[in-house]
């Protein structure tokens, strides 16, 4: 992969704006003011296109209770109905009572939302938590193979 471009630009900020971005890269660990800049942008970019409903990929983390029995078809039957959205799925049992489940969702971000609060609502769901992200997953070439043949 080709490396990225950089451009350099210059800002002048209140100096109290300076020591609060300072605290945040102390924070938050950032190695640069740099980096630490280029994420503030990249997460209002982000906020942009989830706000225009754009196409969005993103990561769907549940916790759940194993003991809900009904709870796992549920599961099953909502990433069934959302089977253009759900492009993959993990769970891993935590203990004998919780099970985290990862999905990885690709779709409008206003379909995303709507999805994530269909798996939160449910019985047995102790927490849900969705990440949108500006990226989109390339075609995957089975997937289209398959588009043409119903065509």
Do not use: C
């Not at 280029?38 to 970019?45: C, F, G, R, T």
């Not at 969702?105 to 709507?114: D, I």
């Not at 999805?115 to 938590?129: C, D, N, P, R």
């Amino acid at each position: 992969m080709p490396k990225q471009k950089l451009a350099r630009i210059s800002i002048t900020v209140p100096e109290a704006t300076v020591d609060a971005l300072d605290q945040k890269i102390v924070d938050q660990h950032y190695e640069s003011r740099s980096q630490a800049i280029v994420d503030m942008i990249n997460k209002h970019l982000i906020a942009d296109q989830e706000q225009r409903n754009a196409v969005m990929v993103g990561t769907f983390t549940l916790l759940y209770d194993a003991s809900v029995t009904a709870l796992r078809i549920q599961l099953l039957d909502l990433q069934q109905q959302f089977l253009e959205q759900v492009v993959s799925s993990l769970h891993i049992q935590l203990d004998d009572q919780k099970i985290l489940e990862v999905m990885i969702l690709q779709g409008l971000s206003s379909e995303l939302k709507a999805i994530s609060q269909h798996f939160i609502a449910l019985k047995g769901v102790t927490k849900g938590h969705l990440e949108l992200m500006n990226a989109v997953m390339p075609p995957i070439p089975q997937n289209e193979a398959l588009k043409e043949q119903k065509l």
